[in-house]
Nanobody
């Protein structure tokens, strides 16, 4: 089992920045992928970004150039630096841990961007 705890969400004005963190604990594999998804009210959960344990990253087109994902393998923690935030970035952000075909999700953290 893997437990994920997210933090760092909040309310910010458009153009502002937030940094999300997700700490993983439990049966952590040395080879895994961690990422972020988001879900706005009434919409499906969408991919935001992922990073492998080797440092390979991928981003949704909607956040490229504004968001940066990083990780600290020693702390089993993944970060999402969000800059130039827009009202359409408002959503609950979920952390995901993946190893082979097994996925774990965090409880989510709310990000609200006011215009």
């Amino acid at each position: 089992q893997v437990q994920l705890v997210e933090s760092g969400g909040g309310l910010v004005q458009a153009g502002g920045s937030l940094r999300l963190s997700c700490a993983a604990s439990g049966s952590i594999s040395s080879s895994n992928t961690m990422g972020w998804y988001r879900q706005a009210p009434g919409k499906q959960r969408d991919f935001v970004a992922f990073i492998t344990s080797g440092g390979t990253t991928n981003y949704a087109d909607s956040v490229k150039g504004r968001f940066t994902i990083s990780r600290d393998n020693a702390k089993n923690t993944v970060y999402l630096q969000m800059n130039s935030l827009k009202p359409e970035d408002t959503a609950v952000y979920y952390c995901k841990y993946s190893y082979t075909r097994v996925n774990y999700w965090g409880q989510g953290t709310q990000v609200t961007v006011s215009s």
